[in-house]
């Protein structure tokens, strides 16, 4: 073990139990201002935690949007939202590995935000709870294959949970060959398709003119396919 290794072990074990104090402390209390704290999770490597996104990564979450999901697909307004629900997974040098980001909405919420999901989809949420919709998830090309997705996954299921989601909406990105790269952490994780909703992201690359990494300038003819989890 290096020095580094030490000095990330010793941070980490005072972060998670001061975490720890202050997330039970506000779900006792129910303090006002820090009803989106959400605790970090630690993951096999003790020198890499999953912790609530914050101004200070929004540079690096960008940069590693724009890469791997297509450039200008995420803005920094969906990860500002005070209602998000965002979380990155940080090395124990502070690099910003990947990221994961989602809302909870209701049924009628869900409807106005996104008429892309077919009726027949949004009549099987339940009407008056809330619903949680992912919206991205990406991890650096270095760091793929390392765990970090998994954590970021899993981190935002249970914040869901943990804020009395009823279940999870989840569109799957898929690829105009039928490839759908997040499919085995769906099945993993207890998730069931719904159905594929074809050329999910064509108007709004349309309307936002970013560029799909697959179809290149818009519009993009990828498709999604539409994942449910219940409590």
Same mark, same amino acid.
């Given at each position: 073990m290096n020095k580094?290794?030490?000095? !990330? *072990?010793? *941070?980490?074990?005072?972060f998670d139990w001061l975490c720890n104090v202050y997330y039970f402390v506000n779900k006792a209390l129910n303090l006002p201002g820090l009803k989106q704290f959400r605790k970090p999770v630690l993951m096999k490597k003790p020198d890499i935690i999953i912790e609530p996104l914050t101004s200070h990564h929004l540079k690096e979450v960008l940069q590693i949007a724009d890469n791997q999901l297509g450039k200008g697909?995420?803005?920094?307004?969906? #990860?500002?939202?005070?209602?998000?629900? !965002? @979380?990155? !997974?940080?090395? @124990? #040098?502070?690099?910003? #590995?990947?990221f994961s980001c989602g809302k909870l909405f209701t049924r009628k919420e869900l409807g106005l935000l996104n008429k892309k999901l077919p009726d027949e989809l949004l009549r099987f949420l339940p009407d008056k709870s809330k619903t949680g919709l992912t919206l991205s998830l990406a991890v650096d090309g270095k760091a793929q294959h390392q765990g970090v997705g998994s954590a970021l996954f899993e981190a935002r299921i249970r914040t869901f949970f943990n804020h009395d989601a009823s279940g999870i909406l989840m569109p799957g990105w898929q690829k105009p060959d039928g490839s759908t790269s997040i499919d085995p952490l769906a099945q993993k994780y207890g998730f069931k398709a719904l159905g594929i909703v074809k050329n999910f992201f064509c108007h709004d690359s349309l309307k936002r003119q970013y560029r799909c990494p697959v179809c290149g300038p818009p519009p993009c003819r990828c498709g999604a396919v539409v994942y449910w989890k219940g409590v």
């Amino acid at each position: 073990m290096n020095k580094y290794d030490f000095v !990330a *072990n010793i *941070n980490i074990k005072w972060f998670d139990w001061l975490c720890n104090v202050y997330y039970f402390v506000n779900k006792a209390l129910n303090l006002p201002g820090l009803k989106q704290f959400r605790k970090p999770v630690l993951m096999k490597k003790p020198d890499i935690i999953i912790e609530p996104l914050t101004s200070h990564h929004l540079k690096e979450v960008l940069q590693i949007a724009d890469n791997q999901l297509g450039k200008g697909y995420v803005e920094t307004r969906f #990860l500002t939202d005070p209602e998000a629900i !965002a @979380h990155v !997974a940080v090395s @124990h #040098l502070g690099r910003v #590995l990947g990221f994961s980001c989602g809302k909870l909405f209701t049924r009628k919420e869900l409807g106005l935000l996104n008429k892309k999901l077919p009726d027949e989809l949004l009549r099987f949420l339940p009407d008056k709870s809330k619903t949680g919709l992912t919206l991205s998830l990406a991890v650096d090309g270095k760091a793929q294959h390392q765990g970090v997705g998994s954590a970021l996954f899993e981190a935002r299921i249970r914040t869901f949970f943990n804020h009395d989601a009823s279940g999870i909406l989840m569109p799957g990105w898929q690829k105009p060959d039928g490839s759908t790269s997040i499919d085995p952490l769906a099945q993993k994780y207890g998730f069931k398709a719904l159905g594929i909703v074809k050329n999910f992201f064509c108007h709004d690359s349309l309307k936002r003119q970013y560029r799909c990494p697959v179809c290149g300038p818009p519009p993009c003819r990828c498709g999604a396919v539409v994942y449910w989890k219940g409590v």
